[in-house]
């Protein structure tokens, strides 16, 4: 079992910046992948940014050049900075971690979900 404890969200302006943090703890293997989602209201959940344990990154093309991810392996935390925050950036922000590579695998693990809201 892994839990993932998120902290970070709040109110922002338009072209403000807000730094989001996620500790994991538990079953952990190794070689994983941990990321970031986000869900709008009235929209689907979407890939926000992901990062491996080797280190290998992915952004949603909205994102590019704006939010950076970053990991800790020995700490197993991720974080999300994000600058020039959009109205449209406003959403619930989930920390994910995949031990893709389990025997056992039973699909990815959850954080609680943390509110970004960014005014205009």
């Known amino acids: 079992q892994v839990q993932l404890v998120e902290s970070g969200g709040g109110l922002v302006q338009a072209g403000g910046s807000l730094r989001l943090s996620c500790a994991a703890s538990?079953?952990?293997?190794?070689?994983?992948?941990m990321g970031w989602y986000r869900q709008a209201a009235g929209k689907q959940r979407e890939l926000v940014a992901s990062?491996?344990?080797?280190?290998?990154?992915n952004y949603a093309d909205s994102v590019k050049g704006r939010f950076t991810i970053s990991r800790d392996n020995a700490k197993n935390t991720v974080s999300l900075q994000m600058n020039s925050l959009k109205p449209e950036d406003t959403a619930v922000y989930y920390c994910?971690?995949?031990?893709?590579?389990?025997?056992?695998?039973?699909?990815?693990?959850w954080g609680q979900g943390t509110q970004v809201t960014v005014s205009s």
């Open positions: 538990g079953r952990i293997l190794s070689i994983n992948v």
């Open positions: 990062i491996t344990s080797g280190g290998t990154t």
């Open positions: 994910s971690l995949d031990n893709y590579a389990s025997a056992w695998y039973k699909g990815a693990y």
